[in-house]
């Protein structure tokens, strides 16, 4: 039977004007009657990622004032009147532009993404985004090959060790770049064939030793900047680097294009929001994310904070030393 929900207040961390972590603050909000067409989720986990950073400080600019937060899990509260596929108290996830960090989040009934009983609330609600970044990049981009060699960047952050784990299970060669044998160790124990210390190495004179001088078939780069070009000349001609996010606070440069054109390399510089705007790829991106999460792919949980200290997850992961990912729990 449908549930209409009525306005609820629900606490959320919003921001008024970009800027630093400072900038973001806990309030309550009145949420509207639920669409008829949607469901209202009592989340439990919400994941940080730095599309939410993005977000905060204006480069991916929201409404003011604004809501971060791209992804979360929970359980169902109330459908409206013309939701039929799902019922309350049902277990979900999700994915959208906005609105993460808030105790409620009201979802298009065609984007809510079930999750089965071997997929737990805090692996859908911290993976969910990453895992379909996974199916972008691996499979809709680079349809990787067994046996090829992928570089991953930050193999040891959330993301890194995600693509490890998928690419090693479609039986790729897996090189990937750490900045301590710490993070090094964490990356092999996810499957990485080679890990490469780029402040003790160079990583693309490592990968082309390890590619008989070609470069890898595919490279991921999620650090941004000239580090791009570094990441062209570690492909090898007829292989792809994908540009994928900005770490470094800036996206390829100017000159990737030219530089990857002369090696003969494929460039490619996705968003994974974008993508998954349209409908049908987004239900294609989840149903991969959840049959690899009940194979067991495995998301890393750095640490775990309440909703009300979203500002100090956003300074863990600022700083760099986050292994894995950042979950606000309600």
Not at 187 to 204: M, Q, T
Not at 256 to 284: H, K, N
């Amino acid at each position: 039977m449908n549930t209409q929900a009525q306005a609820v207040t629900s606490r959320v961390i919003q921001f008024s004007s970009y800027g630093d972590a400072a900038q973001l603050e806990p309030v309550s909000r009145t949420l509207a009657p639920l669409a008829s067409d949607a469901v209202r989720v009592r989340q439990q986990v919400a994941g940080v990622n730095f599309v939410d950073v993005y977000q905060r400080v204006g480069r991916y600019p929201l409404p003011l004032p604004g809501v971060p937060g791209v992804e979360g899990s929970g359980v169902i509260e109330a459908v409206g009147t013309e939701v039929s596929a799902l019922k309350v108290g049902q277990r979900v996830a999700w994915v959208a532009r906005s609105g993460g960090y808030a105790e409620h989040v009201d979802l298009d009934a065609a984007r809510v993404i079930p999750l089965p009983d071997d997929v737990s609330l805090e692996q859908g609600g911290a993976g969910m985004l990453r895992a379909m970044t996974g199916y972008l990049l691996l499979n809709h981009y680079a349809r990787l090959q067994r046996g090829q060699t992928v570089l991953v960047h930050a193999a040891a952050g959330g993301l890194g060790l995600l693509l490890t784990q998928w690419a090693k299970g479609m039986g790729a060669r897996v090189v990937g770049t750490v900045s301590s044998e710490e993070k090094a160790a964490l990356a092999r124990s996810r499957g990485l064939d080679h890990a490469i210390n780029y402040r003790k190495e160079d990583f693309v004179a490592v990968v082309r030793d390890l590619t008989d001088g070609k470069g890898a078939d595919l490279v991921i780069d999620g650090i941004g900047g000239e580090h791009v070009l570094r990441s062209i000349a570690a492909t090898r001609s007829g292989g792809m680097a994908i540009s994928i996010g900005s770490v470094s606070g800036e996206g390829a440069p100017a000159e990737a294009l030219p530089t990857a054109q002369a090696r003969g390399v494929l460039l490619e510089r996705p968003s994974i929001l974008s993508f998954i705007g349209d409908l049908q790829q987004y239900r294609a991106a989840a149903d991969a994310a959840v049959t690899q999460l009940q194979a067991g792919l495995q998301i890393d949980i750095a640490d775990r904070l309440p909703l009300k200290d979203a500002a100090q997850a956003h300074r863990l992961l600022e700083s760099g030393a986050v292994q894995g990912a950042l979950l606000l729990t309600l």
